[in-house]
């Protein structure tokens, strides 16, 4: 944040004080935000801070909260098992063009993809085992027990 913040300051002067903008400061917001979002999506952002719709979810038993996870859980598994492949294929097929200002390789500025969809993967593959182990749902979801 106070890397794409700093480069929004530079921007912002440049343009208005200086009147001479500069274009690399862009770039720099827009891949910083890039690896900000897909970064902590896999590693900081934990599984209760997402969005649900868990309207039905949250009216079930245990055992229905369970098997919805796990439906959840193997879907989410599936589908970037399935996407992996193409992810890495495109990732790195822009190994061979560069960012037009700062001249960064493009394979390395979507890197961070395929970093966050293994996590992704990991995340729910584990997730995935849990549920099948028998814990319990409330320890899987954060809730404390009162």
Known sequence: MAAMFS???VQVFMRYAVNRPVAWTLEACLTAWLWLV?????????DRDHVKFDLFYVAMR??????FALLSAAAILAAF???LPGALD????YAIKSSVSLGIRL???FSVYAIFSVAIIARYAWRAMLLLRGTEMASL????RT
């Open 62 to 67: 245990e055992r229905g909260r369970r098997a």
């Open 38 to 46: 897909l970064w902590g999506g896999a590693f900081v952002v934990k």
């Open 81 to 83: 098992a399935a996407s």
């Open 90 to 93: 495109y990732i790195t097929f």
């Open 7 to 9: 480069a929004f300051v």
């Open 107 to 109: 394979d390395i500025v």
């Open 141 to 144: 979801e954060g809730e404390t």
